[in-house]
């Protein structure tokens, strides 16, 4: 639907979106819905275009998600591929870097939000404060040293394996990597790089650096 949706008992607007049949079986609904907890129209309004953004996004991902199990699982990656992963990679931490700061940083810690059961069970949009730019900062400077302690000794975490999948799941991809796949490492490997190399443009940004996120690399 294209506007809010009044509850007929509890008078709260909310977001509603049904389901293709093809992903209904995959999200395991008919609809998606999401409280946006005002009672009050106009506020409900302002609300409604960021909450229908977050459903499409997850709906995005259900359909690709959908179309990656119907493809039939890869042994191997080339160099090319692996190139690629990590390019792709370093441009979209670039990327959500970019879009942080066009939303600015607050002057103010960020303050932590509770999040209640009622909140989960609604399905509730949890909308973050603005960060803080000197967590933001500290923040970078612990993953990046985290990210380099890995990549000298060799080794992996969950985080990373998973980035994998997830990374190889985008549209420019569509690649199923098998689990025991011998090219899962180099693939890991190719992540750690790009994040180090995100972590030190970052770094420049935040010195007040300007400098201009690359395009994504295209498929040859």
Known sequence: MSRPQKHPRTGVYWCRKALPQA?????????????LRPKDPSEARKLFPEVARQIDAELEKARLHAALLSQPEQTALD???????????????????AEVRLDGFSDEPRQPRVITPQDTEAGRPIVPSLPDFDSMAAG?????????????????DSFFDGE???????????????????DRKKAVRALQEAAVRAAKVIRERNAKEPVVTPQEPVAC
């Open 140 to 156: 970078l400077e612990e993953a990046d040293a985290h990210t380099r302690r890995l990549y000298a000794r060799g080794r992996s």
């Open 164 to 182: 994998v999948d997830e990374v190889l799941s985008w549209a420019s991809f569509g690649i199923r990597l098998s689990p025991t796949s011998p």
């Open 79 to 97: 160099d090319a591929t692996i190139a690629r992963l990590s390019e792709t990679y370093f441009v979209h931490l670039l990327t959500e870097d």
């Open 23 to 35: 992903l209904r079986a995959v999200v395991g609904k008919r609809e998606i819905t999401r409280s």
